[in-house]
């Protein structure tokens, strides 16, 4: 299957800093990435969908100057918490979609697990 | 917003056992589909059954979709510890955009 890379899979920061998570297709081109996040032994919450070019669109409750998302090129996307605090602890995760995949599958990066301190 | 609910929500077996999950939904479907997740990794896509299927299989998976019960299953026959993992349905979302999971079925098969 095609291939979604993300980076960095931990990340340890310290409260009130920024971190950038990057999430790249490595064999497609993915005109549209969704961002999750997962709790411990919960299941993973939608963020935003991002289309190539465009503004993210989040979900209800997601709030976006906090959550910046940038998807600049058709491999590249970008997740940038801002100002982070402890609550912000969780495993992200990307995913993408391209034109020349099928239409309803989805591939996910391995995740990046944050810890802010 | 979560489209539905797994169940059970744990689930642990010998190896040879067979495992056996469902997962309820609430809206109309296109389509379901049912990840693996490691701990602590990503997803893996297993399988997508369509809305207009009943039945479909893949090596030792089986999945079964009731789109009247709005309701379906996964069998994995003849686990093994390497199946050992958390497996959520996913549908659409009403945009059909992107993918809305389900709660979860953490599986442990012991040897």
């Known amino acids: 299957g095609a291939v979604v890379s993300q980076h960095p899979s931990r990340v340890i920061c310290k409260s009130g800093t920024s971190v950038k998570i990057e999430c790249r297709s490595l064999?497609?081109?993915?005109?549209?990435m969704f961002w999750y996040r997962q709790f411990p032994k919960q299941s993973l919450m939608l963020m935003a969908t991002?289309?190539?070019?465009?503004?993210?669109?989040?979900e209800q409750g997601v709030e976006k100057d906090k959550f910046l998302i940038n998807h600049a090129s058709l491999t590249l996307s970008t997740l940038t918490v801002t100002s982070a605090h402890p609550e912000d602890s969780s495993f992200y995760i990307c995913?993408?979609?391209?034109?020349?995949?099928?239409?309803?599958?989805?591939?996910f990066g391995q995740g990046t697990r944050l810890t802010v301190v | 917003s979560q489209q539905g609910e797994e169940d059970p929500q744990a689930l642990s077996i010998q190896e040879g056992e067979n495992a056996t999950m469902n997962c309820s939904y609430k809206?109309?479907?296109?389509?379901l589909q049912w990840y693996r997740q490691n701990s602590g990794r990503g997803l893996v896509h297993l399988i997508l059954?369509?809305?207009?299927?009943r039945e479909k299989h893949s090596g030792r998976l089986r999945v079964t979709l009731d789109t009247s019960k709005k309701s379906s299953s996964l069998l994995i026959t003849a686990s093994r510890a390497a199946d050992t993992a958390s497996y959520f349905c996913?549908?659409?979302?009403?945009?059909?955009?992107?993918?809305?999971f389900g709660k979860g079925t953490t599986l442990s098969v012991s040897s």
């Open positions: 995913s993408a979609k391209g034109t020349l995949l099928r239409n309803t599958e989805a591939f």
């Open positions: 064999d497609f081109q993915a005109t549209t």
């Open positions: 991002s289309n190539e070019g465009s503004k993210a669109t989040y």
């Open positions: 809206t109309s479907i296109n389509n």
């Open positions: 059954i369509r809305s207009n299927e």
């Open positions: 996913a549908t659409d979302n009403q945009a059909g955009t992107a993918l809305i």
